[in-house]
């Protein structure tokens, strides 16, 4: 590898340490039959895998951005949805689906609800317990809930909940409940300054019939990467109607043109841009 000035080298592995570097010149590396070798491909320049670095840290904080409205447009309707049915469904799986009535999935989680209730210092919970001895009503509660327990707590929602929260993001139950499970993944990966831009996501989205959702099934994509889960999130900002949709087509803008390592290992094609309405913003 061509570290380009010594000095200049020694200052980047200061800032960022050489393993966590090493997962950035990883694809520097020659492929074989039986995976990387240890020698880079001709070329093969520190300052590009710094580029690669610096990318990938936009993109975390643009896709961690893009998610938050998401976030709290489930929140919103979720918490709607079951207070339709109790104020306090969350509190009694007798009202919720036949999830929660089972196994112990529900007694897990609603320990984990109370453990974070015991502990929040936020003063709506505050005023719920002088005035009401901290019986949150599920569209209260459903603030305290991260992406997880939130997607714990759809999951443990009667099926018409769930049929009316998903209709909101134009799929059905099933579908939603495995894209929650999938941005999950990826929020944490955001969250913990993982790798993004070359992952390999391993939680299978379920996607709607082709026919549904034209501007969807234009997407060329490979939907275990990173670029086919960021298409679900242009999706369901553009159905839920919130945050940014610009954020992350910008950011994709910037990909380091480096001949090496092509945008093509994000999982998008060259023309991503014009393949979909999704990103053409």
Not at 81 to 90: F, N, Y
Not at 119 to 140: I, T
Not at 153 to 176: I, M, N, T, W
Not at 208 to 233: C, M, S, V, Y
């Amino acid at each position: 590898m061509d570290v380009g000035d010594r000095h200049d080298a020694v200052a980047i592995l200061r800032r960022v340490s050489y393993y966590r570097l090493s997962g950035y010149w990883y694809p520097f590396r020659k492929q074989a039959a039986t995976g990387r070798h240890d020698d880079f491909y001709p070329g093969t320049r520190l300052r590009d895998v710094v580029s690669l670095y610096d990318f990938d840290a936009r993109l975390r904080a643009a896709t961690f951005t893009a998610l938050a409205p998401i976030e709290l447009a489930i929140r919103a309707l979720l918490g709607h949805e079951l207070g339709k049915v109790d104020p306090c469904a969350h509190l009694d799986p007798g009202k919720l689906g036949i999830t929660a009535q089972s196994g112990a999935g529900y007694r897990c989680w609603l320990d984990r609800y109370k453990s974070g209730l015991h502990q929040s210092r936020e003063d709506f919970v505050k005023h719920h317990h002088e005035r009401y001895g901290g019986r949150l009503p599920v569209w209260a509660a459903v603030e305290l809930l991260d992406w997880g327990a939130l997607t714990y707590l759809y999951g443990f929602a009667p099926r018409g909940v769930q049929d009316e929260v998903s209709a909101a993001c134009g799929l059905s139950a099933p579908q939603l409940t495995s894209w929650l499970k999938a941005l999950n993944v990826v929020r944490n990966t955001c969250a913990h300054h993982g790798r993004l831009f070359n992952r390999v996501h391993t939680i299978t989205s379920k996607r709607p019939k082709p026919g549904e959702h034209p501007d969807l099934d234009a997407a060329t994509t490979k939907w275990n990467r990173t670029f086919g889960q960021l298409t679900l999130i242009q999706f369901l900002l553009d159905r839920l109607q919130v945050g940014r949709k610009i954020l992350l087509p910008t950011v994709l803008k910037g990909f380091p043109s480096v001949d090496i390592v092509p945008i093509t290992h994000l999982g998008a094609t060259s023309d991503w841009q014009s393949t979909s309405k999704l990103w053409c913003v």
